[in-house]
């Protein structure tokens, strides 16, 4: 009778977990462009890739960090500026923003085969790329493998020089199988996109100036990250499935970069832009005051006249 009980509270339990989910996975509601420019997607071959796309010149694409609600819109106030110069380009990847969000087991390797596919199918010519975090790490093998397909790198705090070399283990494994649990992942999920989590996130984290982080900054970052299908790909991140050391593979890198940085960083400190710079020839740092892992918005106006100075010049 009381083992009976105890499974009719769990089924219960159980039962309203997955209900409660569902509500918060639709409770981003519908997205829509928030960068401006066209709107348009390029069936890629694990599922159709959202962008935005302004202006006239040189193409320039821009790819955003993964993180838990991970868009383009990162890159809201560099999109329209740096449009006044290049033909540009604003990349949902996989699993996030407006593009398709399977349920996949997300990989190092897929980020770059979705940018080289996208600047070969659909941009067809030698692009300058902009990319950020964790993503401008896992960028770097398409860049030495495809490198006419990119001219000019621009990489915000990029990750992967002596860190993020081991694959993610056991622990690893059990994590990753915790967030792809049914009712349990969701759950585990929806707790890391809580609008505290998201807060958090951005205050203590992705910020210098914590007065960037406004509510309505908070809400836009919980609508992206509730999304249905939106855990799968940051829980590759959060399981360290997607690390991904490039130390081995940096000095290939044949392109000019530009290395991006802000001062105030704390999980990924300015000084680690220091060995990017020392192990490349071919590129050279930035440093921004008063910014975090953000850079491009913090110092919006300056990254973009950085940008545009380093890419145009011959």
């Not at 210098?208 to 982080?213: F, G, I, M």
């Not at 959060?238 to 970069?257: C, E, F, H, I, Y």
Request: charged share 20%.
């Amino acid at each position: 009778m009381k083992l009976r009980t105890a499974l009719v509270a769990i089924s219960c339990i159980s039962g309203g977990l997955a209900l409660y989910n569902r509500r918060l996975e639709r409770g981003g509601g519908r997205l829509q462009n928030r960068l401006g420019g066209e709107t348009r997607y390029y069936r890629w071959r694990g599922g159709d890739l959202a962008y935005s796309v302004a202006g006239e010149g040189e193409p320039l694409l821009l790819v955003h960090g993964v993180y838990a609600g991970a868009s383009s819109f990162e890159f809201r106030k560099n999109f329209e500026e740096l449009s006044k110069s290049f033909r540009v380009y604003a990349l949902d990847l996989l699993g996030c923003g407006m593009s398709e969000r399977p349920s996949l087991r997300y990989g190092p390797g897929d980020v770059a085969l979705q940018v080289e596919d996208f600047v070969r199918g659909e941009i067809g010519d030698s692009a300058h790329l902009v990319a950020s975090s964790l993503t401008a790490a896992l960028l770097v093998p398409a860049v030495v493998r495809s490198p006419r397909h990119f001219a000019k790198l621009v990489l915000i705090c990029p990750t992967g020089y002596g860190t993020l070399d081991r694959p993610s283990g056991r622990l690893g494994d059990v994590i990753y199988g915790l967030f792809l649990a049914p009712v349990l992942g969701n759950t585990l999920y929806h707790a890391i996109v809580s609008a505290w989590g998201i807060r958090y996130y951005l205050g203590s984290m992705a910020y210098h100036d914590a007065d960037l982080v406004t509510e309505e900054l908070v809400e836009d970052y919980y609508r992206i990250s509730h999304q249905p299908g939106a855990r799968y790909f940051p829980a590759a991140f959060v399981s360290g499935k997607l690390n991904l050391g490039v130390a081995d593979l940096w000095s290939r890198v044949p392109q000019r970069t530009l290395i991006c940085w802000g001062l105030e960083a704390r999980t990924s400190p300015a000084r680690e832009a220091q060995r990017f710079v020392q192990h490349n020839p071919r590129s050279e740092p930035r440093l921004f005051k008063d910014a975090a892992l953000l850079p491009h918005d913090e110092r919006a106006r300056t990254f973009n006249e950085e940008v545009r100075t380093f890419l145009l010049k011959s």
